[in-house]
């Protein structure tokens, strides 16, 4: 059966650090790849995805995610977090078109000045 | 993509009773999803609403506990039923977009049992 780790529960980092969020899944194919990112109280927005081609994909607010096939992985980076980027991050496969998502257990994200 | 307005955004509820969460999206879409998130946890997918026809349930959920409602393709509604302090969650609607890939979500309605 597919599944997505993540395997950081929580991370804090400070201001202005750089960050990176595990994700790692398992299938067959390489499936449809997806970061959200869940703010307090507040619904999932989708912040980037990988569909096929260039393996390092740009998504909203200064995020990055590369692709990885040899490790199963789709990792999320930021160069310099912003105390708003405090909030839970989810990765999510989709194994093909109009097929259940499947999310990981989330990251929740801590940032101190 | 697609926006998508849910109601209520919150509620505090007695055990026993129902709520009805409704979702309306702004555009025509051939699939409604319907997940869980209990405290501190990820998505757990309750159900798939198609128009004009039943609900597909996930292992673990049931039509009696859930039942969903799907009038047309851009409307539907969630109830959750005799409820007990065990169903206080985040209920969140979502749809596919195009080419059934990824999805997107309402704001999600915070539900409280008491």
């Known amino acids: 059966a597919q599944s997505v780790t993540q395997p950081d529960i929580h991370i804090t980092v400070s201001e202005g650090a750089s960050l990176e969020l595990r994700c790692n899944y398992s299938?067959?194919?390489?499936?449809?790849l997806f970061w959200y990112v869940q703010s307090p109280g507040q619904g999932l927005q989708l912040l980037l995805k990988y569909f096929s081609g260039d393996t390092l994909v740009q998504g909203i607010k200064g995020f990055e995610a590369e692709f990885k096939r040899s490790q199963s992985s789709f990792n999320l980076r930021k160069p310099s977090v912003h105390w708003s980027d405090a909030a839970e991050y989810f990765c999510?496969?989709?194994?093909?078109?109009?097929?259940?998502?499947?999310f990981g257990t989330g990251t929740k994200l801590q940032v101190i000045p | 993509s697609a926006v998508i307005s849910q109601k209520p955004s919150r509620d505090i509820c007695q055990r026993g009773t129902s709520l009805t969460i409704q979702c309306q999206v702004d555009?025509?879409?051939?699939?409604m999803f319907w997940y869980r998130q209990q405290p501190g946890q990820s998505l757990t997918l309750i159900a798939t609403a198609n128009q004009g026809s039943e609900a597909t349930y996930e292992s673990g959920f049931v039509i009696d506990k859930f039942p969903i409602s799907r009038p047309n393709l851009t409307f539907s509604t969630l109830t959750v039923s005799n409820m007990s302090p065990e169903d206080s969650s985040i209920y969140l609607c979502s749809v596919q977009g195009a080419g059934g890939t990824e999805a997107f979500f309402g704001q999600g309605t915070r539900l409280t049992v008491v």
């Open positions: 555009s025509q879409v051939t699939m």
């Open positions: 999510a496969v989709v194994p093909g078109g109009y097929q259940k998502v499947t």
């Open positions: 299938y067959g194919a390489t499936p449809y």
